[in-house]
């Protein structure tokens, strides 16, 4: 077995949320002796006490420097082909495709920084797969195999001018640099 490097646990917060329906729940059924439309309130918070202490009561997720470890089943990193996630991000929703073509739906419910951090672990550690369709390497920015190099290709030299106007921009340009200007009404022939 490969050694321990983080565990994500559930957050409490849905176990605490789950006994806040249940309360409720209790409370509207109590309610609902007396007054009949307070059981339809009764069974929204049951069926919300039931969702949540679903989540509540996740195995906690293992990240191991070989696997990935949830509940009882053991992920080898090389075995994980596709990593997928979902819009869900709180709970954390994200399917594994393995190598047998099998598909792992992994729920993490945790807060929001746990949650970022264990997807940055799922992404970083699933070094042979595609991540949200990306392989790998392009997704963390690593170059991929280099490229062979291609020739650099020199532009070609269009004449744009006769050797006659290139003669008289050459004169033209002499007589700048030396003169200062351009202009033949500050020439000496004026004078």
Known sequence: MGVLVTRYLPSRHYFYGGMIALGLAVFSAWCGLRWSPAFIACALFLLTDVFVLFLALRPPIEIHDTHLRVDRLNIPWNQIRRLDRTAWIQPLVIYLTLLDDRRVRIIYPG??????????????????????????????GESLAAAPERKQLTSPRYQLLRPEDEAEVER????????????????????
Not at 175 to 190: A, F, I, M, Y
């Open 172 to 191: 033209l340009l002499r007589r700048l640099k030396t003169v200062g200007h351009l202009d033949p009404k500050n020439s000496s022939d004026e004078k």
């Open 111 to 140: 807060d929001l920084e746990s949650s970022n951090n264990l997807l940055r672990h799922l992404r970083r550690n699933s070094r042979e797969s595609l991540i949200d369709g990306i392989p790998y390497r392009q997704f963390w």
